[in-house]
């Protein structure tokens, strides 16, 4: 089976995210593989292990997004390929579908797993949207996935509850974190995947010319900083701090 | 102008953000509502009452479980007779791959999870949150129909007009099902950490209870699972108590505590609840980006460094164990339950 995971670059999850002068900074943050695409790859991977297939992991970004990449390699991917077009500066959820699908369609297969959103801009509707270009279904917030020959069964986390769904490949799916705990990378893998020659695709290679941009930023703000000065509440027993407490959380009409 | 607010539900049950996405539809004209699903004609008059000057219905056996591509091709195609400048939706997992697609049949994009949308001559200027709420964002639409999601509780829910009714009209099924509902797991307790008001949460401290004995023949697993239900329980108790769902730290989620869909933070659910009660949560930067806007935050730890201090308003040093009964004791006093 033919499984292509798809993975985004973005600031390390620690890093203080700052508004300046209209763009984003994150200081001297390392940029990584996006968290939530880390799940991706492991899903990936345990569908090449049932299957005896392999796994390409695909990324649109900067060249610096190659360690992205890289990560994904050291995991255990096969292979690795990078978008990069400088006409892709300003991509929105839906561009990002249309680069992707294409890269799909080129690459060919059976299974296209993403996670389920990035960090940085946390939309959550570009499985879905690429899923309804290629015409694949979407499986989405899959948090089991099992494949029998042509068909796939995913179990989906909704807000109610599990719902569990089958559908015949070529399937689009999204992942959350009961997929399993990414695996590290092993000493081999960060070796191959040191030494691997990632090809970059640019949107001449795709054959298509770059998506408009549809949603626009017009403004960035930072949040206001909150006044969070922490009241501790002590007494002689349990039940007096009880007491206290409850009477703090009423006084803030919360209830 | 012209908005189309799509009534999400689930058998029938209605995310109670959808009638947010009413009020807000209200502000900006004329207010088309449309529900989907099998027997969704019985959800009619709420969605009168809480706002719609008109309800469309797909009504229809094919449309049984909700499915992705049937209930996109059965919204777009109707949302393109309709012509509305907006289509509006609560941001829920299944509308964050409806409004997707339809935004891809409709050609063009969808601005999600906002926490503020004003209208702006005939367009509209929205607000929503990025790096995980470090920042936010204002954007704009420039496609036709401009397609946002609301976060739930962002806005407010308006007013039940009693006895308000008006036109319905049914609207036909479209598209072919792409994949079949097989069924449901009701093994897991249905959870909706992002509409609720109150929660109480429980990290991986609900399972050191040193006063508690695990029944005999438990293997050292096994002891620490059935020790953590038993504080997990505490925590239950307090939130039943308060009205409020529980929570969980990824932590509690790994060790196999309790079940992947109370997760809050990073990996899991980001909530904004009015009050978050965290009981033995260290506070990692993942927990936090996922709680941190909650209105008022208290942590219970013993752990008087524990980072989960600095983003509360009140904290008690202690022993969870005895801390909490005592809690939730004083609420049935004090709100006479």
Same mark, same amino acid.
């Given at each position: 089976? /033919? +499984?292509?995971?798809?993975?985004?670059?973005?600031?390390?999850?620690?890093?203080?995210?700052?508004?300046?002068?209209?763009?984003?900074?994150?200081?001297?943050?390392?940029?990584?593989?996006?968290?939530?695409?880390?799940?991706?790859?492991?899903?990936?991977?345990?569908? /090449?292990?049932?299957?005896?297939?392999?796994?390409?992991?695909?990324?649109?970004?900067?060249?610096?997004?190659?360690?992205?990449?890289?990560?994904?390699?050291?995991?255990?991917?096969?292979?690795?390929?990078?978008?990069?077009?400088?006409?892709?500066?300003?991509?929105?959820?839906?561009?990002?579908?249309?680069?992707?699908?294409?890269?799909?369609?080129?690459?060919?297969?059976?299974?296209?797993?993403?996670?389920?959103?990035?960090?940085?801009?946390?939309?959550?509707?570009?499985?879905?949207?690429?899923?309804?270009?290629?015409?694949?279904?979407?499986?989405?917030?899959?948090?089991? +996935?099992?494949?029998?020959?042509?068909?796939?069964?995913?179990?989906?986390?909704?807000?109610?509850?599990?719902? +569990?769904?089958?559908?015949?490949?070529?399937?689009?799916?999204?992942?959350?974190?009961?997929?399993?705990?990414?695996?590290?990378?092993?000493?081999?893998?960060?070796?191959?995947?040191?030494?691997?020659?990632?090809?970059?695709?640019?949107?001449?290679?795709?054959?298509?010319?770059?998506?408009?941009?549809? +949603?626009?930023?017009?403004?960035?703000?930072?949040?206001?900083?909150?006044?969070?000065?922490?009241?501790?509440?002590?007494?002689?027993?349990?039940?007096?701090?009880?007491?206290?407490?409850?009477?703090?959380?009423?006084?803030? /009409?919360?209830? | 102008?012209?908005?189309?607010?799509?009534?999400?539900?689930?058998?029938?049950?209605?995310?109670?953000?959808?009638?947010?996405?009413?009020?807000?539809?209200?502000?900006?004209?004329?207010?088309?509502?449309?529900?989907?699903?099998?027997?969704?004609?019985?959800?009619?008059?709420?969605?009168?009452?809480?706002?719609?000057?008109?309800?469309?219905?797909?009504?229809? @056996?094919?449309?049984?479980?909700?499915?992705?591509?049937?209930?996109?091709?059965?919204?777009?195609?109707?949302?393109?007779?309709?012509?509305?400048?907006?289509?509006?939706?609560?941001?829920?997992?299944?509308?964050?791959?409806?409004?997707?697609?339809?935004?891809?049949?409709?050609?063009?994009?969808?601005?999600?999870?906002?926490?503020?949308?004003?209208?702006?001559?005939?367009?509209?200027?929205?607000?929503?949150?990025?790096?995980?709420?470090?920042?936010?964002?204002?954007?704009?639409?420039?496609?036709?129909?401009?397609?946002?999601?609301?976060?739930?509780?962002?806005?407010?829910?308006?007013?039940?007009?009693?006895?308000?009714?008006?036109?319905?009209?049914?609207?036909?099924?479209?598209?072919?099902?792409?994949?079949?509902?097989?069924?449901?797991?009701?093994?897991?307790?249905?959870?909706?950490?992002?509409?609720?008001?109150?929660?109480?949460?429980?990290?991986?401290?609900?399972?050191?209870?040193?006063?508690?004995?695990?029944?005999?023949?438990?293997?050292?697993?096994?002891?620490?699972?059935?020790?953590?239900?038993?504080?997990?329980?505490?925590?239950?108790?307090?939130?039943?108590?308060?009205?409020?769902?529980?929570?969980?730290?990824?932590?509690?989620?790994?060790?196999?505590?309790?079940?992947? @869909?109370?997760?809050?933070?990073?990996?899991?659910?980001?909530?904004?609840?009015?009050?978050?009660?965290?009981?033995?949560?260290?506070?990692?930067?993942?927990?936090?980006?996922?709680?941190?806007?909650?209105?008022?935050?208290?942590?219970?730890?013993?752990?008087?460094?524990?980072?989960?201090? #600095?983003?509360?308003?009140?904290?008690?040093?202690?022993?969870?164990?005895?801390?909490?009964?005592?809690?939730?004791?004083?609420?049935? #006093?004090?709100?006479?339950?």
């Amino acid at each position: 089976m /033919k +499984i292509i995971a798809c993975i985004k670059q973005v600031p390390d999850s620690e890093a203080k995210v700052k508004a300046e002068g209209g763009q984003i900074s994150w200081g001297d943050a390392p940029l990584v593989i996006n968290p939530f695409d880390e799940y991706a790859v492991e899903g990936a991977l345990q569908q /090449k292990e049932a299957t005896n297939g392999t796994v390409t992991a695909i990324c649109i970004g900067p060249e610096t997004a190659k360690e992205a990449l890289k990560h994904a390699l050291a995991m255990g991917a096969d292979e690795a390929i990078l978008i990069s077009d400088s006409a892709l500066n300003n991509l929105d959820t839906v561009g990002a579908a249309k680069v992707l699908a294409s890269a799909i369609q080129k690459i060919g297969a059976d299974m296209v797993i993403f996670g389920r959103q990035t960090l940085d801009n946390g939309a959550g509707i570009t499985p879905a949207q690429t899923a309804r270009l290629t015409g694949y279904p979407m499986l989405g917030l899959a948090g089991s +996935i099992k494949v029998n020959e042509r068909s796939v069964t995913v179990e989906r986390a909704l807000e109610e509850g599990k719902q +569990i769904v089958k559908a015949n490949l070529p399937v689009v799916i999204s992942v959350v974190q009961s997929i399993g705990e990414p695996r590290y990378p092993s000493f081999m893998g960060i070796r191959k995947a040191s030494k691997a020659e990632i090809p970059v695709w640019s949107l001449s290679d795709l054959g298509i010319s770059a998506p408009t941009e549809i +949603i626009k930023r017009d403004e960035l703000m930072t949040p206001p900083a909150r006044e969070t000065v922490v009241e501790i509440i002590t007494g002689e027993s349990p039940a007096e701090i009880a007491e206290k407490l409850a009477d703090k959380i009423i006084a803030e /009409k919360v209830l | 102008m012209k908005t189309l607010v799509y009534i999400d539900h689930f058998k029938g049950a209605v995310q109670p953000s959808s009638w947010e996405a009413l009020g807000v539809a209200k502000k900006f004209g004329d207010v088309s509502a449309i529900v989907i699903g099998e027997n969704a004609n019985d959800l009619a008059k709420s969605i009168f009452e809480y706002g719609a000057d008109e309800v469309f219905v797909a009504d229809d @056996s094919a449309l049984k479980d909700y499915q992705a591509e049937t209930y996109a091709s059965t919204l777009s195609t109707f949302a393109s007779t309709l012509n509305p400048n907006l289509i509006l939706f609560p941001t829920t997992a299944r509308t964050r791959e409806l409004s997707a697609m339809v935004a891809v049949d409709l050609n063009t994009n969808v601005m999600t999870d906002l926490t503020a949308l004003e209208a702006n001559g005939d367009s509209f200027v929205a607000t929503r949150p990025i790096y995980e709420s470090k920042l936010f964002e204002k954007v704009s639409c420039s496609g036709k129909p401009v397609i946002a999601t609301l976060r739930g509780r962002a806005f407010p829910k308006p007013e039940i007009q009693a006895g308000k009714s008006g036109t319905i009209t049914k609207v036909e099924a479209k598209g072919e099902a792409k994949s079949t509902v097989e069924g449901y797991s009701t093994s897991e307790s249905a959870v909706n950490l992002g509409d609720a008001g109150i929660i109480v949460s429980g990290g991986r401290g609900v399972s050191n209870n040193p006063a508690l004995t695990p029944p005999a023949g438990l293997d050292e697993k096994q002891a620490e699972i059935w020790r953590a239900q038993q504080g997990f329980a505490l925590v239950t108790d307090l939130a039943k108590v308060l009205g409020g769902a529980v929570g969980a730290s990824r932590a509690a989620v790994d060790a196999g505590y309790i079940p992947y @869909s109370h997760q809050v933070g990073q990996t899991g659910k980001v909530v904004a609840p009015d009050l978050y009660i965290a009981n033995g949560i260290s506070g990692a930067i993942q927990h936090l980006v996922g709680m941190r806007n909650a209105k008022v935050i208290v942590a219970i730890n013993k752990d008087a460094d524990a980072p989960i201090f #600095k983003a509360a308003r009140y904290g008690v040093v202690g022993d969870l164990f005895v801390i909490l009964p005592a809690l939730t004791e004083a609420f049935k #006093k004090k709100l006479g339950k």
